[in-house]
C-alpha cells in the first residue's frame, strides 16, 4: 500500500505540467462552478478525468467525471453544493502508461484547492422601478415577488 501511494507520488511530481488549470479561488452560493483543465497529453493516454468535491468540513468527496470538449476538460460542481461554508476539490486523470496524476501535484486528496464562497444578493424589481414614472408594463416577475442578481434581464422596446 505505501509503495502504491509512494509511485503514485513520485509520477505527480515527474508529470505535473501535463494538468493545466487555473485555480478556482472565490464562487457566489446557489451557483453552478465551472471547472476547466487542459491536459497536455495525447488523447489516447487519457482513460478519463475525474474531478473530487465536497463541502469544506465534510470527510468524503464526490466524484463525477470530466468530459473533453474541444481542447479542455470540462466538469461542473452543482449549484446545491456550493453554500457558505465554502468547498474543497482536487483533479486525478487516469492514464494508460503513467497511472494517476493529480493536481493539486502533492497529496491532492489532503491538499485540496479551496473555493470560499460569497452571499448571493437579492434585488427587487420595486425598488430598481420606482424612481421612473413612465408608462411601463412589466411582464415578469410578478408585483411583489423578489429575484436573484444572476437572473436580471431587462429588455426595452420604444414606440
Known amino acids: 500500500m ?24 472565490e464562487s457566489t452560493e446557489k ?6 483543465a487542459f491536459i497536455d497529453l495525447p488523447d489516447y493516454e487519457i482513460k478519463n478525468v475525474t474531478l473530487f468535491y465536497r463541502s469544506r468540513g465534510e470527510v468524503k468527496y464526490i466524484e463525477t467525471p470530466m468530459f473533453k ?14 453554500q457558505m461554508n ?9 492514464t494508460y502508461t503513467m497511472g494517476f496524476l493529480g ?25 430598481l422601478l420606482d424612481e421612473f414614472n413612465a408608462q411601463h408594463t412589466i411582464l415578469s416577475p410578478e408585483p411583489g415577488s423578489a429575484i436573484l442578481e444572476d437572473d436580471v ?3 426595452l422596446s420604444y414606440f
Open 2 to 25: 505505501h509503495n502504491r501511494i509512494f509511485l503514485f507520488l513520485l509520477i505527480s511530481s515527474l508529470y505535473s505540467q501535463a494538468i493545466l488549470h487555473y485555480p478556482i479561488d
Open 31 to 36: 451557483t453552478p462552478i465551472l471547472v476547466e
Open 69 to 82: 470538449i474541444d481542447t479542455e476538460y470540462l466538469g461542473e460542481i452543482p449549484s446545491n453544493f456550493v
Open 86 to 94: 465554502g468547498l474543497e476539490y482536487f483533479l486525478i486523470v487516469d
Open 103 to 127: 493536481l493539486p501535484n502533492i497529496d491532492p486528496p489532503n491538499n485540496p484547492f479551496r473555493i470560499l464562497t460569497s452571499e448571493k444578493k437579492e434585488i427587487s424589481s420595486d425598488y
Open 153 to 155: 434581464m431587462v429588455s
